[in-house]
């Protein structure tokens, strides 16, 4: 069965529109990530299959059931904000059972749940303290146990580590991920940081300004691309995308070799990952070295043909001066082709 449905789903406020006619469907027990940066209306499409915010226009399903006009109790689904929204002055079980107290959930029962949640987030140690007491990591388990017994089918989480440092930023995606498998729930995570969406998703909406640009898995957002804002997205560094025309100018024809047909030369993209890019000792695309960056594993150099950049990520170590000329390839089966003109791919 379907967890989560949109049809034809609209969000305005006066003249703006923060989500225009956005359709999507999720299966059950598979953890959704909503993608996009700042303003493209992920928060927004959260909030209203949470209830939230009301619809303008179309239709919202959770389990089958249309909820498009019901209250946020009444569509069984629990909610982990950004801010964690923790009692400060209540202790850590009491801010994970508030939810069930209010639902008069019976004592033996709300000590049965909150003991299961805190053994499986690692806070039963921690039960008796207040959310002063806690680092961020700490509390962000909390705000997950408030979610975990509520025992909901349907689990909603609005950028909810983008207040921790990097290394329990990469920690927490792995305790999530793995909690969500454990427990088989629905999990619906909004997020701009495209590494959080690769690492963790079974299934990316990737969202431009109120529209679904790309719906999938993460491995079809990154190696087949459907539009030129994906292929610059999804990506660290993003994929280099310039005109086929200037590429060919700057000695590189031999690398456009059977292009696709139908679109004209001037509007023709050609797109290639850095990781794609490679040094070539002849027959190449000549570039310009403007800098570069040694980052252990590999080294990412920055360059330019003509006026357009291009970034390179090769392995190991490369001593090279800025203004270094460089020869550059890539493998045919390693190109993306896109329309210019409506951002499109095109094979």
Known sequence: MSAITLREVS????????????????EEGRLVVLLGPSGCGKSTTLRLIAGLDTATAGRIEILGRDVTHLPPAARNVS?????YALFPHLSVAENIVFGLRVRKVLPAERTRRLQRAAEVLGLSVLLDRKPSQLSGGQQQR??????????????????????????????????????????????????H?????????DQVILM????????????????????????????????????????????????LAQEPAGVPRDRLMLGVRPESVRLVDSGGVAANLEASEYLGADTLLQMKIGDNEIMARLPGRLDLPPGTRLQ??????????????TGQRIV
């Open 79 to 83: 909610m982990v904000f950004q801010s």
């Open 193 to 201: 940081d495209q590494v959080e969406a690769m690492t963790m998703a």
């Open 142 to 191: 909390v705000a997950l146990g408030r979610a975990i017994v509520a025992q909901t089918p349907v689990c909603l989480m609005d950028e909810p580590l983008s207040n921790l440092d990097a290394q329990l930023r990469a920690e927490m995606r792995r305790e999530i991920r793995a909690l969500q498998q454990r427990l088989g729930i629905t999990m619906v995570y909004v997020t």
């Open 11 to 26: 969000k305005a406020w006066g003249s703006v529109r923060a989500l225009d006619r956005a359709s999507f469907t999720t």
């Open 328 to 341: 550059l390839g890539w493998a045919p089966e390693s190109r993306h082709w896109f329309d210019s003109a």
């Open 208 to 255: 431009k300004d109120g529209h679904i640009e790309q719906d999938g898995p993460p491995a079809a957002l990154y190696e087949r691309p459907a539009t030129i804002f994906t292929a610059r997205f999804v990506g660290t560094p993003p994929m280099n995308v310039m005109p086929a025309a200037e590429v060919s100018a700057a000695g590189g024809a031999a690398l």
